[in-house]
């Protein structure tokens, strides 16, 4: 594999208070593949924040290593006390080639957008004319050319998330950085966004770190995701691993969420036909992936088994290419059967997992 252009190894963030301390990352090490869209997910307080401002030194780690791009940004041995840090000046040329959105958006409220993306332009070597064709073009890539003079307080929280992406890519950054950067905006708006931002991965190479509470953010446009839970990565995969086969229960709650089935076996649970399930009956939900699909699984159910199958609610969402599919469904037929029918889908791939009633099974 080629070499990732980030690697934070063995990072641990500790915060020296006055009666005791706190460590927002305990000892977590992340290699971030160039063109990835690695999604770290995590409630409030997780760390994760924390984590990414160690990726440009914003936060300086108590110890481990953080090399971006082939560069050794800084290396602390706890057990040594041997130190390396990067030079100021260098850092900060490297710190133009990491963009950063935030959920705030961090506009200059006095300059147009404009302004407010040439700003960032201050310290480069383009002659003016250059740094106003490179502003307009920017402008243009966020979509966003007919807003050039407007102010921030004229523009929605979806404009003022475009020029700060815009901003954040003045200097042709190989890495840009989403901090909850769609948690202030509505579901369109956020889709619009996150859109972008893919598209930006794909056309100009970026690689994207994006930070949330949102399974379905990740969902969107993530390939990779890292859960994170009190300072550490608790879980870890593509995409597709992570919603075919969550293992932690914070993952499962976060996909639960992210897919809607949390609701889905709320709203189903309440209805009379689950409500008051039948004797020979176990309300179930069935969950597969990819190729399983294509088979006639439910006909099969009852032709060889003898065993209904009643749909209730079903969500397939297709993960980089992938189905995945969760149905919840009300079985019936006689214990044996049922039992019989449960396993035939197992061997199908089909996972099994039991809400309600077939006790017997
Ligand atoms: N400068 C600091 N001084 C002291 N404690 C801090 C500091 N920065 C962060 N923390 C603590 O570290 C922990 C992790 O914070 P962090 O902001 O990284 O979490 P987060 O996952 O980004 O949360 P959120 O989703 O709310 O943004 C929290 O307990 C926080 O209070
Ligand atoms: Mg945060």
Redesign the pocket.
């Known amino acids: 594999m080629s070499e990732p252009i980030i690697a934070l190894d063995n990072i641990t963030v500790s915060?020296k208070?006055k009666k005791r301390t706190?460590t927002?990352?305990n000892n977590v090490s992340v290699h971030i593949e160039r063109g990835d869209v690695y999604g770290i997910v995590?409630?409030?307080?997780?760390?994760?924040?924390?984590?990414v401002r160690v990726i440009n030194l914003l936060q300086e780690p108590t110890s481990g290593s953080v090399v971006v791009n082939g560069t050794t940004f800084f290396k602390h041995d706890a057990n040594t006390n041997d130190k390396i840090r990067i030079k100021n000046n260098d850092l900060r040329l490297r710190r133009q080639k990491i963009g950063m959105i935030f959920q705030h958006f961090n506009l200059l409220n006095e300059r147009t957008v404009t302004e407010n993306v040439a700003f960032a332009l201050e310290h480069s070597k383009l002659s003016s004319k250059e740094k106003a064709q490179k502003v307009a073009d920017l402008l243009a890539l966020v979509d966003l050319s007919d807003r050039a003079d407007n102010y921030p307080s004229q523009l929605s929280g979806g404009q003022k998330q475009r020029v700060a992406i815009a901003r954040a890519l003045a200097n042709d950054p190989e890495i840009l950085i989403s901090?909850?950067a769609t948690s202030a905006l509505d579901p369109k708006t956020t889709n619009q966004i996150l859109a972008l931002l893919k598209s930006l991965n794909q056309k100009l190479g970026l690689t994207v770190v994006l930070?949330t509470?949102e399974m379905q953010a990740v969902k969107e446009i993530a390939n990779k995701v890292a859960v994170?839970q009190d300072?550490e990565i608790i879980e870890r995969g593509s995409l597709l691993e992570i919603f075919a086969q969550p293992k932690e229960q914070l993952t499962r709650e976060f996909i639960e969420t992210a897919t809607n089935i949390d609701k889905a076996i709320e709203t189903v649970g309440h209805q009379p036909i689950v409500h008051n399930l039948a004797e020979n009956a176990v309300f179930v939900r069935l969950s597969y992936v990819g190729k399983t699909t294509d088979q006639p699984l439910i006909t099969r159910l009852f032709r060889d088994f003898n065993v209904t199958a009643n749909i209730l609610y079903g969500n397939i969402e297709v993960l980089q290419g992938t189905p995945v599919g969760s149905l919840l469904v009300i079985l019936q037929g006689t214990p044996q059967a049922i039992t019989n029918a449960i396993a035939a889908l197992n061997d199908n791939e089909v996972d099994v997992e039991k809400i309600k009633g077939g006790q017997s099974l």
Do not use: P, R
Not at 43 to 51: E, N, Q, R, V
């Open positions: 915060f208070q706190i927002a990352v995590g409630y409030s307080g997780a760390g994760k924040s924390t984590l901090d909850e930070i509470h994170m300072g």
